[in-house]
Every structure is written in structure tokens, then in C-alpha cells.
Nanobody
Framework: QVQLVESGGGLVQAGGSLRLSCAAS????????MGWFRQAPGKERSFVAA????????NYADSVKGRFTISRDNAKNTVYLQMNSLKPEDTAVYYC??????????????WGQGTQVTVSS
């Protein structure tokens, strides 16, 4: 069982930056690939970024490439999402997720409760 707790969301102006953190419980954090997803009002949850167990491999949605960076610190059981050049369309609840299986996409095995990111124009 893995528990995930996100933090770092908030209100920022367009062009600004935020860094989200996701702290995981347990001692097997490096057994899990980690991902970030987001859900805007009235829309389905969508993939944002993912990182491999070692941190050497990453994958991004086209909409965030060049602006967002995912990273992880296995010693701290934490995954991060650095978000730069934020746009109003980035406004959403952001979720951290962990998976045991292979591949970047769904399904993920564990989810956090989400953190709100609001980008004003």
C-alpha cells in the first residue's frame, strides 16, 4: 500500500511558476513509476508527465513539453513537478499517481487526493 500526498498548488499569474510535490509513504518508493495527471472542470483526467523508477526516463504530454519538468528524489520518497510559463489552460486539480507496471499511461495503482492549481490571465 502506498499513500500519496500532494502539495504546492495555489494561485499564480500567467507566465509564473509553481512546483508541486508528492510525498509517498512506505519504503518501496523506488519500485514505482510515478506520474502526474490533471483534471479541469468539466473535463476528463488527463496525463501530464511520468518518470521511471530510477528517474532516468521521463515522458510528457505535448501540451506541457518544454514548460514542465518531472523529477524524483528516491531518498526522500518524493516526486516533483516544476511548472514554468504557466497558462490559464493549465488550471486544474493535479494528481500524483504511482504504478508498479510498465508503460507511461493508465492504469496507475495509487492516487493522491489532488492539489488545485489556478492560473489567472
Amino acid at each position: 500500500q502506498v499513500q500519496l500526498v500532494e502539495s504546492g498548488g495555489g494561485l499564480v499569474q500567467a507566465g509564473g511558476s509553481l512546483r508541486l510535490s508528492c510525498a509517498a509513504s512506505g519504503r518501496t518508493f523506488n519500485n514505482y513509476a510515478m506520474g502526474w495527471f490533471r483534471q479541469a472542470p468539466g473535463k476528463e483526467r488527463s496525463f501530464v508527465a511520468a518518470i521511471s523508477r530510477s528517474g532516468r526516463g521521463t515522458n510528457y504530454a505535448d501540451s506541457v513539453k518544454g514548460r514542465f519538468t518531472i523529477s524524483r528524489d528516491n531518498a526522500k520518497n518524493t516526486v516533483y513537478l516544476q511548472m514554468n510559463s504557466l497558462k490559464p489552460e493549465d488550471t486544474a486539480v493535479y494528481y500524483c499517481a504511482a504504478k508498479i507496471g510498465t508503460g507511461w499511461g493508465l492504469p496507475y495503482d495509487y492516487w493522491g487526493q489532488g492539489t488545485q492549481v489556478t492560473v489567472s490571465s
